[in-house]
C-alpha cells in the first residue's frame, strides 16, 4: 500500500550510502520534515568496503585502512557520531620503493613521487644520473597547452621524463588507483598538478611554492618531526560503520536485497519505483544511487542511459594480512612500508608495516604486515585460492626481506572490480550522465567511489552533497 508521506531511498549500505542516509534522518529531523528514509543493502552487511576483523587482539583493515586528515568531512562526522577519543594518527616513518630487488628509500622531500628537494633526489638510487637531468628539465619546459583531459602518465612524463615517472611517482600512484597511469585521467585525479603548471609552468617549482614542507630540506625537518597525513578508528573502521547503523533509528534498512532495475511509476502517487531481487518493488520521489557505477550503468540498462559507465574499468585486488611472532620476522627495517615498482618482478604491489604505522593494531611482541595483490593488467592473481595467494606473497616477502617464518595467520581479502578507474574523459563522462538523469529522472542522484573521488572523505563529501540535493527536490515538491 502506497501512502503519500515523501518517500526517499539510498541504494547501497557503503560508507557513501551510510553517510547520506544519515545526513537525510539528521535534516529531516532537523527541520521537521516527514520523510519516509530507506536504505536498501545487498550484501548482508553495512559498509560495503570498510570492513575490520578483530582477531587474537589485532585490528585488521580488510579494506581501507584510513583517511586522509586534510580533507576534514570525516573525522567531522567520527567526532559529530561520539568517537572523537578513538581518532588517531599514523606513526611516521621512512617509507621505501622496491625496485631491483632492493628497497630504496623514498627521496626525502618527495610528494607524490615528484622531487621537490635536489639533494635527497640526486643521491638516490632509484633514478640514474640521465634520468635526473631529465627531470631537470622541469625547470625549463613550455606549460602544456592541452585545454581538455589527458593522462596522468603523460603528463608526468612530459615534465620530468620516464625515469622518475616508472621508479618514483607510477609506485605510489598505482597504490592508490591500483590503476594504470597512461589512462587515468589527471583532471579527475589530480587536477592540482594540471593547475600548478599553468600557475608556475614547472611542477617542480609550483609544488615547492605551494606546499611549505616541500621547501624545507629533510634535515632541517628531522625524522622525527615529520608531520602524520592520515587517521584511523584504534577500534577499526568498521566502528564508524556500526556506530552510523545505531543512528539510523528512523531509517528502514533492508539487507540481502538487490536494487535490479528502475521504472518511473505512472499510477502511484511516488516518481519511481526500484525492482528488487526478492521480487518485491520500493516507491521513492528521490533516490541517491551510492553503487558502483557498472551496477547503477546495468539498473539504467532499460533506459539505454549511464551507458557511458559499461566500459569503464574497475580493478580487483586482494588484501593479505600476515600476522608473526617479532622473533620470527628480524628482516623488517625500520619504517612504515613499501610500495613496488612495475620494473620489479614481484606479485605484491604494495606492502604496509602495520605494527609500525599503526602501532595499536598489533599485540606486543608481534608483526602485522599488509600487502597487496592485483593492479590493472595483472589482476589474475586475486582469483588464486588463499593458500596460493599466501604462498606467493610469503615468496615475496622471502626474497624482500627474508622473512621464511609461517604466519601465525593469514587473512585474504579479494575485492573484486573495486577500484574504479577514472580514465581520461572522467570527468565529461559523469557531467554527461549527470545532465541525462536530471531530464529524465529529476530526483535521483549518483554518489559515491565511482564518481567524484575515492577517498573516504570524499565519499563522506558525496553523500552529503546529494543527501542535500535530494532534499531541496523534494523541497520543491517535484512530484509528477
Ligand atoms: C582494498 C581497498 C583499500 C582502500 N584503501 C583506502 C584507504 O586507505 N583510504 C581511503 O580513503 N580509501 C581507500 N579505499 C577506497 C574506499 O574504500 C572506497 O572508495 C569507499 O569505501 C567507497 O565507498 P562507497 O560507499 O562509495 O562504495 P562501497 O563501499 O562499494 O559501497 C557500495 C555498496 O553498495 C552495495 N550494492 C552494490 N550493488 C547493489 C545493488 N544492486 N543494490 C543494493 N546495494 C548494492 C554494495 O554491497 C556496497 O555495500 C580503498 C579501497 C579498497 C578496495
Redesign the pocket.
Known amino acids: 500500500m502506497s501512502s503519500f508521506k515523501q518517500k526517499i531511498v539510498v541504494?547501497?549500505?557503503?560508507?557513501?550510502?551510510?553517510?547520506a542516509a544519515y545526513t537525510i534522518q539528521k535534516k529531516s529531523r532537523h527541520e521537521k520534515l516527514d520523510l519516509d528514509i530507506t536504505l536498501?543493502?545487498?550484501?548482508h552487511?553495512?559498509?560495503?568496503?570498510?570492513q575490520t576483523a578483530q582477531k587474537e587482539g589485532f585490528v585488521i583493515?580488510?579494506?581501507?585502512?584510513?583517511?586522509?586528515e586534510r580533507k576534514e568531512s570525516?573525522a567531522r562526522l567520527i567526532k559529530e557520531v561520539g568517537l572523537a577519543d578513538r581518532l588517531v594518527p599514523n606513526s611516521t616513518g621512512q617509507s621505501f620503493i622496491l625496485m631491483n630487488d632492493k628497497l630504496h628509500p623514498m627521496p626525502g622531500g618527495a610528494i607524490m613521487g615528484i622531487p621537490t628537494q635536489i639533494k635527497p633526489f640526486m643521491t638516490t638510487d632509484l633514478v640514474s644520473m640521465t634520468g635526473k637531468l631529465r627531470a631537470g628539465a622541469d625547470f625549463v619546459l613550455p606549460r602544456s597547452k592541452e585545454r581538455g583531459d589527458q593522462s596522468l602518465g603523460g603528463f608526468f612524463r612530459r615534465r620530468l621524463g620516464n625515469e622518475v615517472v616508472e621508479n618514483l611517482i607510477e609506485p605510489l600512484l598505482s597504490g592508490?588507483y591500483?590503476g594504470d597511469i597512461d589512462q587515468l585521467s589527471l583532471m579527475s585525479t589530480f587536477p592540482q598538478f594540471h593547475k600548478m603548471e599553468q600557475d608556475h609552468r614547472s611542477l617542480i617549482s609550483g609544488i615547492k611554492k605551494t606546499n611549505p614542507s616541500a621547501a624545507q630540506p629533510k634535515k632541517q625537518l628531522g625524522p622525527t618531526r615529520k608531520k602524520s597525513l592520515?587517521l584511523t578508528l584504534t577500534s577499526g573502521l568498521q566502528s564508524l560503520i556500526d556506530t552510523l547503523e545505531e543512528h539510523l533509528d528512523q531509517t528502514s534498512i533492508l539487507k540481502g536485497?538487490?536494487?535490479?532495475s528502475i521504472e518511473e511509476n505512472a499510477q502511484g502517487p511516488h516518481r519511481y519505483s526500484l525492482k528488487?531481487?526478492s521480487g518485491e518493488t520500493l516507491e521513492a520521489d528521490s533516490i541517491i544511487f551510492?553503487?558502483?557505477h557498472f551496477?547503477a550503468s546495468?539498473?539504467f540498462q532499460k533506459q539505454h542511459i549511464l551507458t557511458e559507465f559499461k566500459d569503464v574499468p574497475a580493478t580487483s585486488?586482494?588484501?593479505v594480512a600476515m600476522a608473526f611472532p617479532q622473533e620470527a620476522v628480524t628482516g623488517v627495517p625500520d619504517g612504515t612500508g613499501f610500495v613496488v615498482s612495475r620494473n620489479s618482478d614481484y606479485t605484491i604491489t604494495a606492502c604496509t608495516w602495520t605494527h609500525n604505522k599503526w602501532p595499536h593494531t598489533t599485540p606486543e611482541g608481534k608483526v602485522l604486515l599488509r600487502c597487496?595483490v592485483g593492479r590493472s593488467g595483472d589482476e589474475a592473481v586475486v582469483d588464486l585460492a588463499d593458500d596460493q595467494i599466501e604462498e606467493i606473497v610469503l615468496n615475496d616477502l622471502n626474497n624482500i626481506m627474508g622473512v621464511s617464518a609461517k604466519p601465525d595467520f593469514t587473512i585474504v581479502?579479494r575485492?573484486k572490480k573495486?577500484?574504479?578507474q577514472y580514465t581520461v574523459g572522467h570527468k565529461q563522462r559523469l557531467a554527461k550522465v549527470r545532465a541525462e538523469l536530471e531530464s529524465n529522472f529529476p530526483g535521483v542522484y549518483l554518489?559515491?567511489?565511482?564518481y567524484d573521488?575515492?577517498?573516504?572523505?570524499?565519499?563522506i563529501d558525496?553523500?552529503e552533497s546529494a543527501a542535500a540535493k535530494a532534499i531541496i527536490h523534494l523541497m520543491k515538491g517535484h512530484k509528477s
Open positions: 541504494v547501497g549500505g557503503g560508507i557513501t550510502g551510510l553517510t536498501v543493502e545487498s550484501s552487511r553495512l559498509g560495503g568496503k570498510i583493515e580488510k579494506g581501507p585502512d584510513s583517511f586522509l570525516m592508490i591500483a592520515f536485497v538487490k536494487v535490479e528488487m531481487n551510492s553503487v558502483p551496477v546495468s539498473i585486488v586482494a588484501t597487496y581479502t575485492w573495486a577500484m574504479p554518489a559515491g567511489g565511482s573521488g575515492i577517498g573516504l572523505p570524499d565519499c558525496q553523500g
